[in-house]
């Protein structure tokens, strides 16, 4: 059986002691993704952002605030893993200084300067040996292309495209590219039977794939 590393929910980008840049996943889809997982039998070791979810117990779960947070644990683990599963939205972007106090009202403009945070699977797509990578790309518009275009640069064996109408939602609906850049499979439904699907083709593609090749 394979250990999976799995990042899920939002990641939170602080402006000041009590305001932060997010956005509104809610760690659904890595909870049922690590349930799919569990219920193939293989050890689930779950990185996620703030969420008012529950996970399953029998996976090992750590907690974290910021995309750097993230990064580090991801980087921390990774290397006991035999891949990765990549769905949560970290946040792309922080400020560049943190306010040390909270920002008050002045009546006029407050501008923000910011900058891009560190890409979690890209950088493990740097970083992997034998590991397989998974991808998730949320896209508003060129959907696949950007997809396939993600794919490429994060090194990833497969990318799971779907629209924003899956923040936050109880349902989804994804294509599945592999890494030639070809959608080999649609899924919709709940998140659970959408999960279920998508781990589906990992054992078969990079788990008992690899281990017969």
């Known amino acids: 059986m ?8 939002p990641t939170r980008q602080y402006l000041d002691p009590v305001r932060y840049l997010t ?5 659904r889809m890595g909870r049922a993704l690590s349930e799919a997982a569990l219920a193939l039998g293989h050890e689930v070791t779950i990185v996620s952002g703030p969420v008012d979810i529950e996970y399953p117990a029998a996976a090992r779960r ?8 993230m990064l580090e644990a991801c980087l921390n683990v990774f290397p006991h893993c035999d891949g ?21 009202k002045t009546g006029g403009l407050l501008r923000l300067h910011l900058i891009e945070t560190p890409d979690v699977v890209a950088t493990l797509g740097t970083v992997k040996a034998r590991q397989w990578l998974v991808g998730f790309a949320l896209e508003t518009e ?8 993600k794919l490429e640069r994060k090194s990833c064996d497969l990318m799971v495209l779907n629209g924003p109408e899956a923040m936050n939602a109880r349902q989804n609906e994804v294509e599945i590219i592999d ?9 919709a439904g709940s998140k659970e039977d959408v999960a279920t699907g998508i781990l589906r083709i990992i054992q078969e593609r990079l788990i008992d794939g690899r281990a017969t090749a």
Do not use: Q, W
């Not at 750590?62 to 947070?69: A, F, L, P």
């Not at 599963?85 to 008050?104: L, Q, S």
């Open 179 to 187: 890494a030639a850049g070809k959608v080999i499979e649609r899924l």
């Open 2 to 9: 394979a250990h999976i590393l799995i990042t899920s929910g």
């Open 62 to 69: 750590i907690d974290v605030v910021s995309t750097e947070d």
């Open 23 to 27: 956005n509104a996943s809610s760690g």
């Open 84 to 104: 990765l599963i990549g769905a949560a939205a970290p946040c792309d972007y922080r400020p560049v200084k943190v306010a040390a106090g909270k920002i008050n």
């Open 142 to 149: 060129d959907h696949r292309l950007r997809a396939i275009t």
